[in-house]
């Protein structure tokens, strides 16, 4: 961690310091909110959760070598302590404070879907040039992004930082602690739609963090949405748009995949063209690799680079992995579940040879229109002919309800129902995609089906 005392600490939170004032001047080396990652000379922000209460273990911390705590009360060992109304809100805070410390290259990320992926790929092809500091895993929220970045450290050159939201008001938060200098948005999708309402909502929300960029900064967008075509210009500049829209400045052709685990593909930008593969399958793999690409170029690498860079990247968590077990090949996609996203995992499994199975699962936080857009995921399933649709999940009913007179589809209410029946359903070969929202716990298929 670059230089930063507890005294900084204490004037970033707007706290009260409670304990022997010599601990003031001590620099710190890490500032966590998990007590199982405690450092000697740490600060531990101690969180009130809705199953564990951080200020319990602010006694073992302190012994572990904690040098004081940030705490909404008092610990009981009344250990040094930085007292605050809000602990999230003094991480924010204090975040913001850090970040001020770092005169490199902030590139914030967001998007409806793919944001993970797309920053993931541009840190594997910065990477390639420079000391690249990312997000990891999808640390992404209002107590995530404080956490990102103080992983800072002096030996980094560029940061990349994820960013998600599901409300107005929220990206603003968070871009003004990170204050990009290059905002990247994948597109704007039907997500969180009980809060932002409709596409206008979602766009409204997650361009707020155009409010924040650095006033010589650079915006990046996908020219394959509507949404985000709209706009012409962003503090009196033109963005870069990248996708498969030939009028994107960073498009791509001569896409193939293997059906396996990798798509080659030409990248073409201001009149030049190199050819490219990610280990992964879509076509909306290879737009996030634009979006690299294009992000790449602005900081100066070249088309080498950029390749090998691209060629680095591996999919992160349950994200459109490929799993092949002696029957099955199985396309691992139940990390989460929009009707965007779930539209271009059927693309992908439309594109392998031989049976290919759907298996399915609600998709959260919707809102009013949840109903039609279940609907819409049968009729696309429809359009791919998929061979079986498999439906979980009481909002999926619609789906099998829309595809059901067209292709072969089964539909379970839970997912202990639906596995009782998945031996039975699936055949040595089968292709098989599993998607569903987080909560729906479809990683229990992904186990159950790779021991089939």
């Known amino acids: 961690m670059k230089s930063f005392t507890v005294n900084e600490v204490l004037e970033a939170s707007g706290g009260q310091f409670f304990g022997e004032k010599d601990i003031l001047g001590r620099e710190i080396s890490h500032i966590t909110t998990d007590s199982r990652k405690i450092k000697k000379d740490c600060i531990f922000a101690a969180i009130e959760g809705e199953r564990v209460d951080g200020h319990n273990f602010i006694p073992r911390c302190i012994e572990l070598g904690t040098l004081c705590s940030i705490c909404e009360k008092t610990?009981?060992?009344?250990?040094?302590?930085?007292?605050?109304?809000?602990?999230?809100?003094?991480?924010?805070?204090?975040?913001?404070?850090?970040?001020?410390?770092?005169?490199?290259?902030?590139?914030?990320?967001?998007?409806?879907?793919?944001?993970?992926?797309?920053?993931?790929?541009?840190?594997?092809?910065?990477?390639?040039?420079?000391?690249?500091?990312?997000?990891?895993?999808?640390?992404?929220?209002?107590?995530?992004?404080?956490?990102?970045?103080?992983?800072?450290?002096?030996?980094?050159?560029?940061?990349?930082?994820?960013?998600?939201?599901?409300?107005?008001?929220?990206?603003?938060?968070?871009?003004?602690?990170?204050?990009?200098?290059?905002?990247?948005?994948?597109?704007?999708?039907?997500?969180?739609?009980?809060?932002?309402?409709?596409?206008?909502?979602?766009?409204?929300?997650?361009?707020?963090?155009?409010?924040?960029?650095?006033?010589?900064?650079?915006?990046?967008?996908?020219?394959?949405?509507?949404?985000?075509?709209?706009?012409?210009?962003?503090?009196?500049?033109?963005?870069?748009?990248?996708?498969?829209?030939?009028?994107?400045?960073?498009?791509?052709?001569?896409?193939?995949?293997?059906?396996?685990?990798?798509?080659?593909?030409?990248?073409?930008?201001?009149?030049?063209?190199?050819?490219?593969?990610?280990?992964?399958?879509?076509?909306?793999?290879?737009?996030?690799?634009?979006?690299?690409?294009?992000?790449?170029?602005?900081?100066?690498?070249?088309?080498?680079?950029?390749?090998?860079?691209?060629?680095?990247?591996?999919?992160?968590?349950?994200?459109?992995?490929i799993i092949k077990t002696p029957n099955l090949t199985i396309i691992d996609d139940c990390y989460n579940a929009n009707p965007v996203s779930m539209k271009a995992s059927m693309d992908t499994l439309a594109g392998f040879e031989g049976r290919r199975v759907a298996i399915v699962g609600d998709m959260k936080e919707l809102g009013e229109n949840e109903a039609e857009l279940h609907r819409e995921i049968g009729r696309f399933a429809v359009e791919k002919n998929l061979d079986l649709l498999i439906c979980v999940g009481p909002l999926s009913l619609d789906i099998y309800k829309e595809a059901r007179p067209h292709i072969d589809c089964e539909w379970f209410e839970t997912l202990e129902e639906a596995k009782l029946e998945l031996y039975e359903m699936l055949t040595i070969g089968d292709t098989v995609l599993v998607k569903a929202s987080h909560s729906m716990k479809f990683d229990e298929i992904v186990e159950y089906i790779k021991e089939l």
């Open 75 to 321: 610990p009981t060992d009344n250990s040094p302590h930085i007292l605050v109304k809000s602990t999230k809100e003094a991480l924010i805070k204090i975040a913001a404070a850090y970040r001020q410390k770092f005169d490199i290259p902030f590139i914030g990320i967001s998007g409806s879907v793919g944001k993970t992926t797309t920053k993931e790929m541009i840190a594997a092809v910065l990477s390639e040039k420079y000391s690249v500091m990312k997000t990891q895993g999808n640390f992404n929220n209002d107590l995530g992004v404080p956490i990102t970045l103080f992983t800072l450290e002096d030996s980094h050159e560029i940061a990349v930082v994820e960013m998600g939201i599901s409300d107005f008001g929220e990206m603003s938060l968070l871009a003004s602690m990170v204050r990009p200098d290059v905002c990247v948005l994948t597109n704007v999708g039907s997500c969180h739609l009980e809060n932002l309402k409709d596409l206008d909502g979602v766009k409204k929300a997650k361009t707020e963090m155009f409010d924040f960029i650095n006033g010589e900064g650079k915006v990046f967008l996908s020219g394959d949405d509507a949404k985000l075509r709209e706009i012409e210009a962003v503090n009196g500049k033109a963005p870069v748009f990248f996708g498969l829209d030939e009028n994107s400045e960073y498009t791509a052709k001569n896409i193939k995949s293997n059906n396996s685990d990798r798509t080659d593909f030409t990248i073409c930008y201001g009149g030049n063209e190199f050819d490219a593969y990610v280990c992964a399958l879509g076509k909306h793999m290879v737009t996030n690799a634009l979006c690299a690409t294009a992000v790449a170029k602005h900081f100066g690498l070249t088309d080498e680079e950029i390749a090998r860079g691209l060629a680095s990247y591996k999919p992160a968590g349950s994200r459109q992995n």
